[in-house]
């Protein structure tokens, strides 16, 4: 379906492809840029793409990866993780601190910032620590890492809670000085200690030690408290519980600056595939109940949650194949995302595709900052002449089932192997240039 | 006959019924001079034990050399699990030795689930975690039987930390299973918060439930729950939810005062509670014999695979 001209390099003209959904048209990518957009565009010697039938969407950003590297390059990589991305239409991630060592210093964050260059499949923008070593007992250095070339504007200790209540407010109160953000874990770590599932009926059944709704519940309402005390941004990760919705809405009510993301297998999956003990299921904070997903995708459809993130968690096999209670917790996600959403958002009638652009792209980008100013990218706009070609083209109509062996991630533990879902990610473009081509690496 | 036991819940009543009535049978052979059926000639039954217990283990290895069975005895402690290997590639191991049967005891709750994934052999859980406990029930509700006469309708009230208990899980499913109906007692710090959707009845009051049971069982309790806060002190848990000999006058006449062990005399159980003509206690032990090799006979007895 590709006709490709060498005679202009970069340069691409997608015919026929239905912006948000909506009636199908031309997008012409030039020097980076959507250069024009329009019925019956010329080609002009660029090369060119049949996108009938085809959605084009603005390049998905994701606020929640985990890369890996430095520290478990046998989990993934900036190399793999970002490839993965590429494939499920994403065009930045936001590389979380947890490695090791620590992105809590300008030097590691820099590091991880040229990987991503380097590889070149999507932007990555490094998260930088909250406190020195995800220890939880003083602030990293944030001023050096916001300053850094990686330019670092989201701050999170994500794998462990900021539970100490001064040092979260006196995290969210220095990064005021560089419009920075605060991504809170929210898991109080007495109620939790050794949990392992959603604390309920099947925690109970299952005799596996119970995570509370309260747990994450309470945090949340601390930090948007917290957050409004010193005027200050909060953003809260992967939210799971039909509580936590609330609150954020009460939150949001009062005008304070707080905003949320979902993970996509929170809005799909429940407690009860724990029955199996297959820790495929285990993450955190954990799958949780029916009456949770369906306030998860009220609260995603009606704006409470900004935004779908990944929480891309990539572990090796032997970090899976144990007893329930010594896995590693987390799932991979980036080659899904979309899938998923699809699944649970469009398919269910609570989100268009103009809705799930903004809740998957415009919105995770106003969050990490990625507006173009002071040598950041560019991410989030709305596909237009002019804007930034960061786009993707996905399939509605086809359907498939999820095999982990094909998935670019160096790692395996999709707890959506087996299943069986809507869509495929056709193409995706960074700066113009495609990283993605018929649903393949394109480099 | 089911292929694996892991949990109470997988029994139907006929299953169920079908092991009491055959640990009925097997137990004759207790009382014979030689004490030995050839049924389990040539198969290989490994007990692989990840806690100490040894009144388990003993029991599971009487049971199957009784069966004449061959037994290994895999302990963590001194094995290369101490060094680090993955239960998989224990599994592995176990399924290259030509394993028949594999009784696993695992401080994990759900590793026999796991352990059934990985090899082909029967597995049989012998307490994990603190999920399930399915020989235990199956031996007190044979013990209930040989005592009462009967199952159906009788009125069982189970006292202690059911929350950290695999005993009192398999004994909730399997008893309703049979049709007797369960009470549980215990502190609202040591149940499951969610235990309003278990098949029984949930009572704080410990002295009310007595004058209908026909059975109660009591639970061991960690004195370390303390420390947690689950309770405040071992005295005021004595006080209002150990059986002592004012509570046990409570009960009716003919009622039974059953323990899993290992008992903590003094705080769960007053000693002369413990050893009183109501109490099952040593019974239980001797029946569990019955019932695991009720259990590997049926597991493995009667198919010729292998």
Same mark, same amino acid.
């Given at each position: *379906? ?16 239905? $912006? ?16 024009? *957009?329009? @019925? ?60 090791? $060592? ?13 990987? =991503?260059? &380097?590889?070149? /499949? ?14 939880? !007992? ?14 670092? &504007? ?15 407010? &006196? ?17 109080? $770590?007495? #109620? ?86 297959? $820790? %495929? ?39 899976? @194949? ?47 900052? #990625? ?73 | ?6 949990? +109470? ?25 030689? &004490?030995? #059926? ?47 290997? !993955? ?11 030509? +394993? ?20 082909? =052999? !029967? ?20 013990? *209930? ?13 189970? %006292? ?58 009591? #639970? ?42 290992? *008992? ?32 590997? /006979? ?9």
């Amino acid at each position: *379906m590709i006709g490709r001209n060498e005679a202009v390099p970069g340069s691409w003209l997608i015919r026929g492809a239905r $912006p948000l959904g909506g009636e199908p048209t031309d997008l012409l990518l030039r020097d980076g840029l959507i250069a024009e *957009m329009g @019925e019956g565009l010329r080609a002009d010697g660029a090369s060119e793409i049949d996108a009938d039938g085809l959605i084009a969407l603005p390049g998905l950003v994701d606020l929640h990866t985990h890369l890996r590297e430095p520290g478990r390059e046998d989990a993934e990589t900036v190399h793999t993780g970002t490839a993965a991305a590429a494939l499920g239409g994403f065009t930045a991630v936001h590389s979380m601190a947890n490695t090791d $060592p620590v992105a809590d210093t300008a030097g590691v964050v820099e590091q991880i910032w040229r990987l =991503g260059v &380097r590889a070149g /499949y999507c932007d990555v923008r490094p998260i930088g620590a909250v406190t020195a070593g995800l220890q939880g !007992s003083r602030l990293a250095e944030l001023g050096a890492m916001a300053d850094s070339a990686a330019r670092v &504007r989201v701050f999170s200790d994500d794998g462990r809670c900021v539970s100490d209540a001064v040092l979260m407010r &006196r995290a969210l109160e220095y990064v005021k000085a560089f419009d920075g953000v605060i991504a809170q874990h929210a898991q109080e $770590p007495r #109620l939790t200690d050794g949990a392992q599932v959603n604390e309920g009926e099947v925690s109970g059944r299952l005799g596996l030690a119970g995570w509370p709704a309260v747990a994450e519940e309470a945090v949340i309402a601390r930090d948007c408290l917290l957050a409004a005390h010193v005027d200050s941004a909060l953003h809260v990760c992967h939210v799971s519980t039909a509580g936590s919705v609330e609150i954020i809405r009460w939150a949001k009510s009062k005008g304070w600056r707080v905003t949320a993301e979902v993970t996509p297998h929170h809005l799909l999956l429940t407690d009860e595939l724990a029955s199996g003990y297959d $820790p %495929v299921y285990k993450v955190n904070p954990p799958l949780r109940t029916a009456a949770d997903v369906e306030a998860l995708r009220a609260g995603l459809a009606d704006g409470t949650i900004d935004c779908v993130a990944t929480d891309h968690a990539p572990h090796p096999l032997e970090d899976k @194949e144990t007893e329930w209670q010594v896995a590693a917790f987390g799932m991979t996600g980036l080659e899904t995302a979309l899938r998923v959403v699809h699944a649970a958002m469009v398919e269910t009638g609570l989100l268009d595709w103009a809705g799930v652009a903004d809740r998957m792209s415009v919105r995770p980008a106003v969050i990490g900052r #990625l507006d173009g100013i002071d040598g950041a990218p560019l991410h989030g706009r709305a596909l237009a002449a002019g804007a930034p070609a960061n786009l993707m083209l996905y399939d509605p109509e086809a359907r498939g089932t999820v095999d982990p062996a094909q998935h670019a991630s160096r790692s395996r533990n999709s707890p959506f192997a087996g299943m069986e879902l809507p869509g495929r990610v056709q193409a995706t473009f960074l700066r113009g240039e495609p990283t993605v081509l018929d649903g393949k690496l394109a480099r | 006959m089911i292929r694996h036991l892991i949990s +109470a819940g997988d029994l139907s009543r006929d299953d169920a019924l079908l092991i009491l009535d055959t640990a009925e049978e097997l137990d004759q052979v207790s009382d014979r001079s030689i &004490r030995k #059926l050839p049924t389990l000639r040539g198969r290989t039954v490994v007990n692989l034990f990840y806690e100490d217990s040894t009144r388990t283990r003993i029991s599971f290895e009487a049971a199957a050399k009784r069966l004449s069975a061959d037994v290994i005895n895999f302990s963590a402690k001194g094995s290369s699990v101490a060094k680090g290997e !993955s239960l998989k590639d224990t599994a592995l191991t176990l399924e290259a030795m030509g +394993a028949d049967a594999v009784v696993i005891r695992h401080g994990a709750s759900g590793a026999p689930h796991r352990l059934a994934g990985w090899v082909r =052999g !029967s597995v049989v859980n012998a307490g994990d975690g603190t999920h399930e406990h399915p020989t235990q029930a199956l031996l007190d509700a044979f013990t *209930m039987r040989r005592r009462l006469g009967r199952l159906e309708g009788l009125r069982v009230t189970i %006292v202690g930390d059911v929350l950290h208990s695999r005993v009192a899980r398999s004994n909730v499913l399997l008893l309703r299973t049979l049709g007797a109906e369960v009470t549980l007692v215990a502190p609202p710090t040591l149940l499951p918060v969610a235990v309003s959707g278990w098949p029984c009845e949930v009572s704080y009051d410990f002295d009310a439930e007595l004058p209908k049971a026909d059975v109660v069982m009591m #639970l061991r309790v960690q004195a370390e729950r303390m420390n947690a806060a689950y309770f405040p002190t071992v005295r005021e848990y004595s006080r209002r939810y150990g059986l002592d000999t004012r509570r046990m006058a409570l009960l009716p006449e003919h009622a039974i005062v059953m323990h899993p062990g290992p *008992m903590i005399r003094g705080v769960e159980i007053a000693a002369d509670v413990a050893d009183s003509p109501r109490s099952t206690i040593v019974e239980q032990v001797a029946n569990g014999v019955s019932i695991r090799m009720a259990v590997l /006979y049926l597991l493995l007895g009667s198919e010729g695979t292998r």
